[in-house]
């Protein structure tokens, strides 16, 4: 079984959509939780990150955790065409000493006007 | 303030031809990484470094070799390149572990 398992997706949705991204992991000694956003041919960038149970909201995204589930969701209301991405789940974890970084696949995204 | 870049932007290699990707930031960060990223793995961790004179492997460290003499740069060295490693290579920074990563544009590599 793998540690972290993430749709690929593609997910195509209308412009102003509720868009709902999710990731299911193993592991649990972890301690972060973080969505990156990777636009095409850029480098990822963090979106957002937690460390706890329950919601985070920024603007339109809002990040669920649900650690008795080892559940994490990533949710974008009235999304736009410029939300169009990879996005990708993040764990972080210290383990004896050695700091570990786990990624999603990434589900790729594509909100259409 | 750069950021972190890479060099080059594209790549292609005959198998068996060496070379090194460059790496380099501006923000004084302590922790620097190495990954790849291939269509449905999501990013691996090749190598990483702690500090100036300090590397370590990460999840896929064969054939890469890593050097770190100062803050500022990490280049990535594939020793005798392999079809296998035909990917897009991404180098992070952060100002510790654990913090916020930084990401580069990416290396695209083709070994042919």
């Given at each position: 079984q793998?540690?972290v398992?993430?749709?690929?997706?593609?997910?195509?949705v209308?412009?102003?959509?509720i868009?709902?991204?999710?990731?299911?992991?193993?592991?649990?000694?972890f301690?972060y939780?973080m969505?990156?956003?990777q636009?095409?041919?850029?480098?990822?960038?963090?979106l957002?990150?937690?460390?706890?149970?329950?919601?985070?909201?920024?603007g339109?995204?809002?990040?669920?955790?649900?650690?008795?589930s080892k559940?994490?969701?990533l949710?974008?209301?009235?999304?736009?065409?410029?939300?169009?991405?990879?996005?990708?789940?993040?764990?972080?974890?210290?383990?004896?000493?050695?700091?570990k970084?786990?990624?999603?696949a990434?589900?790729?995204?594509?909100?259409?006007? | 303030?750069?950021?972190?870049?890479?060099?080059?932007?594209?790549?292609v290699?005959k198998t068996?031809?060496?070379?090194?990707?460059q790496?380099?930031?501006?923000?004084?960060?302590?922790?620097?990484?190495?990954?790849?990223?291939?269509?449905g793995m999501?990013?691996?961790?090749?190598h990483?470094s702690?500090?100036a004179?300090?590397t370590?492997?990460?999840?896929?460290?064969?054939?890469?070799?890593v050097?770190?003499?100062?803050?500022?740069?990490f280049?990535l060295?594939?020793?005798?390149?392999?079809?296998?490693?035909t990917?897009?290579y991404?180098?992070?920074?952060?100002?510790?572990?654990?913090?916020?990563?930084y990401?580069?544009?990416?290396?695209?590599?083709?070994?042919?």
């Amino acid at each position: 079984q793998k540690e972290v398992e993430q749709d690929p997706g593609p997910l195509s949705v209308p412009e102003g959509a509720i868009v709902s991204l999710n990731c299911t992991y193993s592991n649990s000694a972890f301690q972060y939780f973080m969505w990156y956003r990777q636009y095409s041919r850029k480098g990822p960038e963090l979106l957002m990150y937690t460390y706890s149970s329950g919601n985070k909201e920024d603007g339109r995204f809002t990040a669920q955790v649900d650690k008795s589930s080892k559940y994490i969701s990533l949710f974008i209301r009235d999304s736009q065409p410029s939300d169009s991405a990879t996005y990708l789940c993040a764990f972080y974890f210290l383990s004896g000493g050695y700091n570990k970084l786990i990624f999603g696949a990434g589900t790729r995204l594509a909100v259409h006007p | 303030n750069a950021g972190v870049t890479q060099t080059p932007k594209f790549q292609v290699l005959k198998t068996g031809q060496s070379m090194t990707l460059q790496c380099a930031q501006d923000m004084n960060h302590e922790y620097m990484s190495w990954y790849r990223q291939d269509p449905g793995m999501g990013l691996r961790l090749i190598h990483y470094s702690v500090g100036a004179g300090i590397t370590d492997q990460g999840e896929v460290p064969n054939g890469y070799n890593v050097s770190r003499s100062t803050t500022e740069d990490f280049p990535l060295r594939l020793l005798s390149a392999a079809p296998s490693q035909t990917s897009v290579y991404f180098c992070a920074s952060s100002y510790r572990v654990g913090d916020t990563q930084y990401f580069g544009p990416g290396t695209r590599l083709t070994v042919l």
